[in-house]
């Protein structure tokens, strides 16, 4: 009795947890499909270039967040890198971001006009590992992928990362340098 009452209480208070605003107010969730997914995440008919032409129309950076189930990293960016208000205010004002599964099975048109199944795009854009954001942006008239974070880093470079992008500095420098520039006195 006294362990499915404890069961009980932890399974409420992971719940609380999970739903709960962080300090911008904005709830880290766990979704239907076991993803971790943010409520100010693009609700997307995955079409990729649409989604990049309504990013570009509110003045945004667009990027893809890929997960998978059970990823430990990708549960620590919602529940501690995007708790911090910081960068999960930084993240939410700059960037449209559409949220897929790297072994997800729904029809997805990528930005190329390719349409596959989560799985096959993750495939398709070389996507191995979970989290990894790729950054959209234009180049010679075409929309491709400019950056990529894959995994985590720590959280200073990781906000930095979303800045480098939002700034347009990957058409002059590489994130490394750019990195270093900004930290230079």
């Not at 992971?14 to 997914?37: H, S, W």
């Not at 008919?45 to 990708?74: H, T, V, Y």
């Not at 930084?90 to 029809?107: K, M, P, Q, S, T």
């Amino acid at each position: 009795m006294d362990t499915r009452l404890n069961r009980r209480r932890f399974t409420l208070a992971a719940g609380a947890v999970l739903l709960a605003p962080n300090a911008a107010g904005a709830a880290t969730r766990l979704g239907d499909d076991g993803l971790y997914v943010q409520d100010w995440y693009i609700e997307s008919f995955l079409d990729l270039a649409e989604d990049f032409a309504a990013a570009k129309a509110a003045g945004k950076g667009f990027a893809l967040q890929w997960s998978q189930r059970g990823c430990p990293l990708c549960k620590r960016l919602h529940t501690e890198y995007f708790a911090d208000p910081a960068i999960e205010t930084y993240v939410r004002d700059h960037f449209n971001i559409v949220h897929l599964d790297i072994f997800g099975a729904r029809e997805v048109m990528g930005v190329d006009g390719v349409t596959l199944s989560e799985k096959a795009l993750a495939g398709h854009y070389a996507v191995r590992a979970t989290p990894t954001f790729q950054f959209f942006g234009v180049r010679n008239g075409r929309v491709v992928e400019v950056a990529r974070l894959p995994g985590l880093l720590p959280k200073p470079e990781f906000l930095a990362m979303f800045r480098y992008v939002e700034a347009g500095a990957y058409d002059n420098s590489g994130f490394e340098a750019w990195l270093a520039a900004q930290k230079a006195p």
